[in-house]
C-alpha cells in the first residue's frame, strides 16, 4: 500500500510509427529505463474491456479503428496519426492501464499510480482519433472511478503543453468533473481558450504564451487552479501527465524545466493529501525529446514516490 503503482505493457512498444515520427517507440524505451532504479509497484497492464471502452467511446468509433487496424505496415488514419498491427493492443493497454490504477488507489492497493503507456490518449474526441491518440485514457479514468467505485466528483489536471481537446470534448457535458488544463496558446491543436467552459462551468482551460516558463506557469496554477480544486474538492485527481512544455522538446515553444514539473507534481499531491486521501492517478501523455522526457517523467515519479509515503 505504501509503493507508489507503476502500470504499464510491452504491447505499448509494439505500437509502431513512420521513421521520424515524434511519437515513437524510443519514448518509452528511454522513459521506462529512467524509472528502473526507483522502487515502485510493478504491475502489468490489463487489457480494457470493450465495455472500458464504451464509457467514453461509441461502438461505432471502436468498429471503425479496427477495420482501420492494418494487418502489415504502417496506414495513417490522418496527417499525424498512425496505426501499425499492435496499435490497438498497445491503446487496450494504456486504457487498461488507467482503469488498474484507478482500481488500485481507490481499492486501497497503492496511494497513487502512473502509467507508463502509448500512444497518448489526450487528443482523442468522442468519435475521432487524431493526435497520436486513440482513446481518451485521462477521461477514461475518470469515468471508471465515477461509474464503477461510485464516486461524486472527479478532478482531471492536463499540464501537456498541448491543449487535451479530446479530454475536454469526453467531459464537456459531465458535471462530475473538472477538468483544469493549461497549455500554450496558439499550438495544435487551435483549442484550449479561456472561454471555452463545459456545459457545467466544469472546464478551466489557462492559455500560457509562447516563450512563457515555469515562473508563469506556477503564478497561474497558484491563482487560478489550486482555488478551482480546492473549491470543487475531489474525491480523486487524476493528471494527464505531458511532458512537452520542456524547453528542450521539439514540438513547442514553453520552456518548463525539471523542477517544474517536479513543483506542479508535489503541489497537485499536497493537494490530494488535503482534499482527497493522497489519491492520485497520473497517465502519460506528451513528450518528445528523449532527455527531456525521461528526466521529467522521473522527477514526476519521485514526487509520487515522496507523497506516498
Known sequence: ????????????LNHVTPDGHPERVARLEHLLHALEPLDLNRVTAPMAADDDILRIHPAAYLADLRRALPATGERAIDADTWMSPGSLDAAFRGAGAAVRAVDMVLGGEAPNAFAAVRPPGHHAE??????????????????????????????????????????????????????????????????????????????LNIPLPPGSGGREMREAYKSLAF??????????????????????????????????????????????????????????????????LSASARAHVQELMKAAT
Open 1 to 12: 500500500m505504501t509503493k507508489t503503482a507503476l502500470i504499464t505493457h510491452a504491447d505499448c
Open 126 to 203: 468522442k468519435e475521432t482519433a487524431m493526435g497520436f491518440c486513440f482513446f481518451g485514457n485521462a477521461a477514461l479514468a475518470a469515468r471508471h472511478a465515477l461509474d464503477h467505485h461510485g464516486l461524486n466528483r472527479v478532478a482531471v489536471v492536463d499540464f501537456d503543453v498541448h491543449h487535451g481537446n479530446g479530454t475536454q470534448d469526453l467531459l464537456w457535458n459531465e458535471p462530475r468533473t473538472l477538468l483544469i488544463s493549461s497549455q500554450q496558446i496558439p499550438l495544435f491543436p487551435g483549442t484550449g481558450n479561456a472561454n471555452e467552459t463545459g456545459a457545467f462551468d466544469n472546464i
Open 227 to 292: 482555488p478551482r480544486l480546492r473549491a470543487f474538492e475531489p474525491e480523486l485527481i487524476v493528471i494527464s501527465a505531458g511532458f512537452d512544455a520542456h524547453r528542450d522538446d521539439p514540438l513547442a515553444n514553453l520552456n518548463w524545466e525539471v523542477e517544474d514539473f517536479a513543483w506542479i507534481t508535489a503541489e497537485l499531491c499536497r493537494l490530494a493529501d488535503e482534499l482527497c486521501q493522497g489519491r492520485v492517478v497520473s497517465t502519460l501523455e506528451g513528450g518528445y525529446d528523449l532527455n527531456a
